[in-house]
Nanobody, 117 residues
Framework: QVQLEESGGGLVQAGGSLTLSCAASGSIFSIKTRGWYRQAPGKQRELVASMTRDGSTNYADSVKGRFTISRDNGKNTVNLQMNSLKPEDTAVYYC???????????WGKGTLVTVSS
C-alpha cells in the first residue's frame, strides 16, 4: 500500500507560479512511476507530468516549457513547479503513483489550483 498526500494548491493570477508537493508513505520501494494528473470541471482527468524511477520524465504538450516535475528522494516527495500559469490550468491536481509488481495505481485526494485571469 502507498499513501499519497498533496499540498501547495491555491489561487494565483495568470502568469504566476505555484509549486505542488506530493509526499509518499508506505511501500514506496514498489513505486515505478510518480506523477501528476489534473481534472478540470466537466473534463476527464488528464496526465500533466510523470517521472519514472530512473528519472525519465513525460509532460503533456499543454504544459511543456512551463511545468517541471522533480523529486526529493530524501523526503519521498515529488514536486510540480508550475510557471506562467494560465486560466486553463485551473483544475484539481492529483498525485499519482504506479507500483510494481502488483500493477496498482494510487491517488492522492487532490488539491485545487485556481488561476484567475
Amino acid at each position: 500500500q502507498v499513501q499519497l498526500e498533496e499540498s501547495g494548491g491555491g489561487l494565483v493570477q495568470a502568469g504566476g507560479s505555484l509549486t505542488l508537493s506530493c509526499a509518499a508513505s508506505g511501500s514506496i520501494f514498489s513505486i515505478k512511476t510518480r506523477g501528476w494528473y489534473r481534472q478540470a470541471p466537466g473534463k476527464q482527468r488528464e496526465l500533466v507530468a510523470s517521472m519514472t524511477r530512473d528519472g525519465s520524465t513525460n509532460y503533456a504538450d499543454s504544459v511543456k516549457g512551463r511545468f517541471t516535475i522533480s523529486r526529493d528522494n530524501g523526503k519521498n516527495t515529488v514536486n510540480l513547479q508550475m510557471n506562467s500559469l494560465k486560466p486553463e490550468d485551473t483544475a484539481v491536481y492529483y498525485c499519482h503513483a504506479f507500483t510494481l509488481p502488483d500493477y496498482m495505481n494510487y491517488w492522492g485526494k487532490g488539491t485545487l489550483v485556481t488561476v484567475s485571469s
